[in-house]
């Protein structure tokens, strides 16, 4: 399993949108992914488990990818999570 | 999981008044246990759960002012003197001897008072303790009431819970909550779940979206929390792999240091996952009866061999 934390840089946090974004692109890989803060995590492949965290933007969030192909969910999810605006 | 309470946080809940006004709300309440300080008061402090909230009643109130003015000092000084007390409670709206509040002030502990009694008020903050201070997880599943059953339904995404839940709730049962089931260990053995408040009601079902189970089918169909007695384990159906197929042992799986019963379902076109989890919770119900079926058959055919030879 890998472990990473970036700042989230959707300014108006992972509100609905993203979270769907995001649920589109963790469905792509086998690994399992998690994603939270401050302890709470939820799957990053549900999109009520994702919107239920209520994470503000601009904070620190943990990305946790375990699977054969962690690396590259690892990759995909921290950059758009980084990157995408 | 919340590690602590602030004082701040019973001082609300449980309506108290503050005495001695300025600081010291913000102390921390890390432990579930109250304490009610007599010994200490009688100057015996070994073992004096100094981290717990002091409770101070009729009985204790009495005891200190049936003595000599420079005891009274001394006790209550060196009660005041921990650094880690949260905070001391009057009940029945006692009144607090002055040097009380000058010790207090200067450690900077509160000082509050309800007009509750003693017994009342022990039984209210613990309840609210425990419920704070549970230990807490967050799973990826789905938490459905099935005739009484609260059954958690876990698998990986995209298997069918959610689809699954619906037909449940088509049948008449309750959703407590979906993607998302907030888990509390309320006692050593129980465990409750509960929907992060967010998602009160909601499922997610591919190609519809997110739909609100309470309005569509009714106050009926939804609750709020519900014990959590059993897991069903959903998996893609794997040509080859061994299922259970008599059920003699149950399968125990740990939740929090909480073991629970734990079926796996193998999910194939055409099976019906809502019937088969119906059936698992009449047959948990049935088991905490005292009946087994698996074993019952197990036992038949033993004794019919033995009958045999």
């Known amino acids: ?85 | 999981m919340a590690e602590f309470v602030t004082v701040a946080d019973v001082f609300e809940e449980m309506k108290l008044e503050l005495v001695n006004q300025g600081t010291g709300l913000e102390r921390k309440v890390e432990t579930i246990e109250v304490n009610r300080p007599g010994f200490a008061l009688s100057g015996f402090l070994m073992y004096y759960p100094s981290e717990r909230i002091q409770i101070l009643g009729r009985t204790e109130m009495a005891y200190l002012h049936s003595l000599p003015e420079e005891d009274i000092k001394d006790r209550v000084l060196r009660m005041c003197s921990f650094e880690n007390t949260p905070c001391f409670i009057f009940t029945r709206g006692l009144d607090i001897p002055a040097i009380f509040m000058e010790a207090s002030e200067k450690s900077g502990i509160p000082l509050l008072r309800t007009h509750h009694s003693t017994p009342r008020l022990l039984s209210q903050i613990t309840s609210f303790l425990e419920i704070r201070l549970a230990p807490e997880t967050l799973v990826h599943g789905v938490l459905v009431d099935v005739y009484g059953i609260g059954i958690l339904m876990t698998g990986s995404s995209g298997i069918g819970k959610s689809e699954t839940a619906l037909e449940l709730l088509k049948r008449g049962h309750r959703l407590v909550a979906d993607d998302a089931v907030e888990i509390r260990q309320i006692s050593d053995d129980t465990l409750v779940g509960t929907v992060p408040p967010l998602l009160q009601y909601l499922l997610e079902i591919r190609g519809l979206g997110v739909i609100n189970a309470m309005t569509l089918f009714g106050a009926g169909a939804v609750r709020t929390h519900k014990r959590i007695e059993m897991i069903v384990e959903l998996e893609a159906w794997e040509e080859g792999r061994p299922y259970d197929r008599l059920g003699l042992d149950d399968v125990k799986k740990k939740i929090l240091g909480v073991e629970l019963t734990s079926v796996t379902v193998p999910v194939r076109p055409g099976r019906n996952l809502a019937v088969i989890i119906e059936v698992a919770a009449m047959n948990q119900r049935l088991k905490r009866m005292g009946y087994h079926a698996a074993k019952e058959l197990s036992e038949k055919l033993l004794s019919s061999i033995q009958d045999q030879g």
């Not at chain 1, 969030?61 to 054969?68: N, S, V, Y």
């Open chain 1, 1 to 85: 399993m890998i472990t990473t934390t970036v700042t989230l840089i959707f300014p108006e946090g992972m509100h609905a949108r993203p979270a769907s974004e995001l649920v589109k692109l963790a469905g792509k890989f086998n690994s399992e992914i998690r994603i939270g803060q401050n302890g709470k995590f939820a799957n990053a492949k549900s999109i009520l488990g994702l919107m239920s965290l209520g994470i503000a933007g601009g904070t620190p969030i943990t990305i946790e990818c375990d699977g054969q192909d962690e690396t590259e969910a690892m990759e995909k999810v921290s950059r758009f999570l980084t990157e995408t605006a």
